[in-house]
């Protein structure tokens, strides 16, 4: 569920819906969507992933000794 995804409670996940529901002047989640993407809000392409973690800083070039 998006709640547990955001780490709020399903309340508090409800009244954020409902909250941008108003300031978009949408009656429901699906108009909610049609109005954000007429408003360029959400990306139109997924974000890319992200990399995955290398050495850090300061490893290459390290000897015992």
Do not use: I, N
């Amino acid at each position: 569920m998006a709640a547990r995804e955001l780490s709020v409670s399903v309340r508090t996940y409800r009244r954020y819906v409902a909250e941008m529901m108003s300031l978009l002047g949408a009656d429901s989640r699906f108009q909610a969507g049609v109005r954000a993407a007429e408003l360029g809000l959400p990306p139109l392409t997924p974000p890319a992933a992200p990399s995955p973690p290398g050495p850090g800083p300061g490893a290459r070039g390290r000897r015992g000794g």
